[in-house]
């Protein structure tokens, strides 16, 4: 089944305590990116990456940083997690053009850092 | 770079009665348009899209969207709503190139009323 694996679903940690959230797709996707959803605000992107080896800030990078070293590997890396950043994460991978173009994302992580 | 107004963040609707959610878009040559749902603690999935073609497009589930370029508008609709579609609904816009990032608006949750 083509999707987008995200890990782990939830999470509690605490201020400043580094953490991964994993994503994979199997779907040989080029592109693939980062959205935090929190109310009122829908869904703002963090970082994108257009292929292996090159991400590019989104409209909400700060205190985020990402790596692209494989094509199905997106991870989002959080080096001092504070409250503001507490949210719902999601990832999603894009599919190129033509009748096929579109998104498929994860099912979401539900970060909360105190 | 594009932008999404959805006009109405809640929308309360008795079951059986019809219903509209509006969405506006900034200006573009050229534009696909989304509209995803998510059900309470879910994630996203895509309602529907449209990349080219006819203007009406439809879900499998009785929702339609109309393209409407020269009001830059995208509005969904639904002859008569279900219990089940109470949801929070996203509408999403990226240019038609297909190479940028993809915009949602605020979301707008729609609550059906027995």
């Known amino acids: 089944e083509a999707q987008v694996t995200q890990n782990p679903r939830y999470l509690i940690t605490v201020t400043g305590k580094k953490l991964t959230v994993t994503c994979s797709q199997n779907?040989?996707?080029?592109?693939m990116s980062w959205y935090r959803q929190d109310p009122g605000l829908g869904l703002r992107q963090i970082y994108y990456s257009m292929n292996v080896e090159v991400t590019d800030k989104g409209d909400v990078p700060e205190g985020y940083k990402v790596s692209r070293k494989e094509k199905r590997n997106f991870p989002l890396i959080l080096e001092s997690p504070s409250p503001n950043q507490t949210s719902l994460y999601f990832c999603?991978?894009?599919?190129?053009?033509?009748?096929?173009?579109?998104?498929?994302f994860g099912s979401g992580t539900r970060l909360t850092v105190v | 770079a594009q932008s999404v107004t959805q006009l109405d963040s809640q929308v309360p609707v008795f079951e059986e009665a019809p219903v509209e959610l509006r969405c506006n878009y900034s200006?573009?040559?050229?534009?696909?348009l989304f509209w995803y749902v998510q059900y309470p603690n879910q994630g996203l999935q895509l309602l529907l899209k449209y990349l080219s073609g006819s203007t009406l497009v439809e879900s499998i589930n009785g929702f339609e969207a109309e393209f409407n370029k020269s009001q830059t508008s995208f509005h969904l609709r639904k002859p008569s709503v279900h219990i089940s579609d109470t949801a929070e609904y996203f509408c999403a816009v990226s240019d038609g190139s297909g190479n940028t990032p993809l915009v949602f608006g605020k979301g707008t949750r729609l609550s059906v009323i027995a």
């Open positions: 999603a991978s894009r599919s190129s053009g033509g009748r096929g173009y579109g998104y498929t």
């Open positions: 200006s573009s040559v050229s534009v696909y």
């Open positions: 779907m040989n996707h080029e592109y």
